[in-house]
């Protein structure tokens, strides 16, 4: 079973609105982290957002915030005011366990590619 | 200069020959990681290195062996290239954290076995 879902392969937006990118996770594990990576064509893998499952609040990162709902196994990425340079694609990834324990020891979702549109 | 090297960038081969992907980083990090990346698929963890004496086998390490010649250091060889090999692969490093351990990626290496 797949243990990162990213269900929406592509995606378009309007310069200067907001979008949320969709991730549902599953784990069994209590202790596990959250993340989200942008990838540009130029194919580095940029750290955007992290979340821990025992934090209380949803992390933000300037024009990023991750939507998080732990009942529901989802972290969504919230990217506000979209900019060209936005375009890109976007991977959910997640740690199963403590992050000192399992480091960066990640599983990826499949991707999501976004288009910003001027 | 990057912090995270891989050389080199891109590599055609053809079926059956050794290739070794090498991979420098200056962040002075213990953990070095090789992930391989196919269309569709993201990004998938072949091998782990906590330390320089330590190695460890990640989702697919099958017709994979890595060598940590240094902190700085931690080389993927592929003992017998074959075509489904085909894929971008990164190094990426990180250190210990009790919470959210980012990795810090290399710029890729795009590897094509003919």
């Known amino acids: 079973a797949q243990k990162i879902t990213q269900t929406q392969p592509g995606m378009f937006v309007q310069e200067k609105e907001a979008v949320t990118l969709d991730c549902t996770y599953d784990t069994s594990d209590p202790s596990y982290g959250l993340f989200w990576y942008k990838q540009p064509s130029s194919g580095e893998m940029i750290f955007l957002i992290y979340q821990g499952s025992y934090d209380q609040q949803n992390a933000t990162e300037g024009r990023y915030s991750l939507n998080f709902q732990k009942a529901r196994k989802s972290a969504n990425l919230v990217i506000s005011a979209s900019q060209l340079g936005d375009s890109a694609m976007y991977f959910c990834?997640?740690?199963?366990?403590?992050?000192?324990?399992?480091?960066?020891?990640?599983?990826f979702g499949q991707g999501t590619e976004l288009s910003v549109k001027p | 200069d990057a912090d995270v090297t891989q050389t080199p960038r891109n590599r055609i081969t053809k079926t059956g020959k050794r290739i070794m992907l090498e991979c420098s980083q200056t962040?002075?990090?213990?953990?070095m990681y090789w992930y391989r990346q196919d269309p569709g698929l993201g990004l998938r963890l072949i091998y782990y290195s906590f330390d320089v004496k330590d190695i460890n086998k990640g989702e697919i390490s099958d017709g994979y062996s890595v060598s940590r010649q240094a902190q700085a250091k931690f080389s993927l060889s592929l003992e017998s290239a074959i075509p489904n090999q085909t894929a971008l692969y990164f190094c990426?490093?990180?250190?210990?954290?009790?919470?959210?351990?980012?990795?810090?990626f290399g710029s890729g290496t795009q590897l094509s076995v003919l």
């Open positions: 962040k002075g990090h213990d953990r």
């Open positions: 990834a997640m740690r199963e366990g403590r992050g000192y324990n399992q480091g960066g020891k990640l599983i």
């Open positions: 990426a490093t990180s250190e210990p954290t009790w919470g959210g351990e980012k990795l810090f």
